[in-house]
């Protein structure tokens, strides 16, 4: 645990492409490059939550860009968009695949290395790719911790990044984990009481969407 982090109850991390700024289209030259970027409005009002409550704090953006692939891209993006409001370029995590991402959540939910033992999320457009990841580190570790995901694009249970994931789930552990589906909700539970808490991201307010999901984590 890190004694020395500032203090906070629900650190948020944010996901880059499709979360933070528009994909381009595959055949635009703009996807090749990675630049120019478009920033997604929708994603201000989870970023500007620390400045209304201290007890919330943006951890970071963690992507799976590589960082000697994308790096220059990403840091041009930040500094030329609202993003530079928020984020410093060092403030990314390059993790390169989403299994890197679901790792790196878990950790920062142990409270390992840099980061204090505490409530841990990820703003995501594609909950279903990175949560099958986190899904696969519940049912393995028996250290118990708990990771939210915003579902950045969903309304309720029935979007498919939602929906998928609980498929997933249904198929690859049904014997190893219990589903609880309520509306705007998904929260996955093992045995050992390990749990993932999914929530749609627009079927309300930052603010009630975070309290929904601080008070059941």
């Known amino acids: 645990m890190c004694e020395n982090c500032v203090n906070y109850d629900l650190g948020l991390f944010y996901d880059f492409d499709g979360s933070l700024v528009y994909k381009h289209s595959k055949y635009d030259l703009k996807n ?10 929708e994603a201000e009002q989870y970023l500007r ?21 994308r790096g220059s ?10 993003l530079g409001k928020h984020f410093d370029p060092s403030d990314v995590t390059y993790a390169g695949n989403d299994a890197k991402k679901a790792e790196k959540l878990t950790r920062a939910a142990y409270g390992v290395g840099e980061y ?5 999320a990820l703003y995501d457009d594609r909950p279903n790719k990175v949560g099958q990841h ?6 393995k570790d028996s250290s118990k911790f708990s990771v939210g995901i915003i579902a950045a694009e969903a309304e309720d249970v029935n979007h498919p990044s939602m929906s998928r994931l609980a498929d997933f789930a249904l198929q690859q552990h049904s014997n190893e984990i219990a589903i609880i589906s309520s509306g705007t909700k998904l929260i996955f539970e093992t045995e050992n009481g390990n749990s993932l808490h ?10 009630s969407t975070v309290d929904k999901l601080m008070s059941a984590m």
């Open 32 to 41: 090749t490059i990675k630049y120019p970027m478009v920033y997604r409005p």
């Open 134 to 139: 986190v899904l696969e580190l519940l049912v």
């Open 49 to 69: 939550l620390p400045h209304d409550n201290p007890r919330i704090r943006n951890l970071g953006i963690l992507t799976m860009r590589k960082a000697w692939l």
């Open 73 to 82: 891209a990403t840091r041009a993006t930040i500094r030329s968009t609202e």
């Open 116 to 120: 204090r033992q505490a409530k841990v």
């Open 198 to 207: 999914v929530v749609a991201g627009v079927s309300d307010s930052a603010v």
